[in-house]
Antibody
Framework: EVQLVETGGGLIQPGGSLRLSCAAS????????MSWVRQAPGKGLEWVSI???????YYADSVQGRFTISRDNSKNTLYLQMNGLRADDTAVYYC?????????????WGQGTLVTVSS | DIVMTQSPDSLTVSLGERATINCKSS????????????LAWYQQKPGQPPRLLIS???TRESGVPDRFSGSGSGTDFTLTINSLQAEDAAVYYC?????????FGQGTKLEIK
């Protein structure tokens, strides 16, 4: 059974850093395209970043240069390192798996972890 | 980035009736080499992550009731929910995965009366 479990969220001051983790089971993270998607309170979904099975990474303009996506194949875990956090980064962060290699829909999502950026 | 615009923002439909949600993309999401529309629909209930309903514009995900259907091509898409049930109350999102910068519609809130 495929499962994604995010951890690492919390309350952080503006300008601070946080690392989110997404532990996967039931499949191999390195064999799939994996993304982070966020949702600000009461708002819609916003794609944040992706890591391809090849290791290539891409980011939304809103986080480019501040966030870094990575994975640890030995732990089958996806990460999102977030630096220079701002109030508008406050959101529930979901990790999501793409169904197929190449651009594809998200077939599995984690339950999400809440990041609150506030002084 | 491809902009996805859903309409309406919200709608209220009676139990047992049909709901129709539209999604328009700012450019075509139809990939000519494989004739596939790179468009998905998700359902999200409060406190839960999104749930995939429809991929490739019209392919229903396993386990999704057949009252949910997707249609459209190019830039205009529709999610139709027939014989509405109380549990269909949710926010629905379309998403394009045609470009490397994925984008979602703003969401449509469906209420059942």
């Amino acid at each position: 059974e495929v499962q994604l479990v995010e951890t690492g969220g919390g309350l952080i001051q503006p300008g601070g850093s946080l690392r989110l983790s997404c532990a996967a089971s039931g499949f191999t993270v390195s064999s799939k395209y994996m993304s982070w998607v966020r949702q600000a309170p009461g708002k819609g979904l916003e794609w944040v970043s992706i890591i391809y099975s090849s290791g290539s990474t891409y980011y939304a303009d809103s986080v480019q240069g501040r966030f870094t996506i990575s994975r640890d194949n030995s732990k089958n875990t996806l990460y999102l390192q977030m630096n220079g956090l701002r109030a508008d980064d406050t959101a529930v962060y979901y990790c999501a798996r793409e169904a197929d290699l190449g651009y594809s829909h998200f077939d599995y999502w984690g339950q999400g972890t809440l990041v609150t950026v506030s002084s | 980035d491809i902009v996805m615009t859903q309409s309406p923002d919200s709608l209220t439909v009676s139990l047992g009736e049909r709901a129709t949600i539209n999604c328009k993309s700012s450019q075509s999401v139809l990939y000519s080499s494989n004739n596939k529309n790179y468009l998905a629909w998700y359902q999200q209930k409060p406190g839960q992550p999104p749930r995939l309903l429809i991929s490739w514009a019209s392919t229903r995900e396993s386990g999704v009731p057949d009252r949910f259907s997707g249609s459209g091509s190019g830039t205009d898409f529709t999610l139709t929910i027939n014989s509405l049930q109380a549990e269909d109350a949710a926010v629905y999102y379309c998403q394009q995965y045609y470009s490397s910068s994925y984008t979602f519609g703003q969401g449509t809130k469906l209420e059942i009366k």
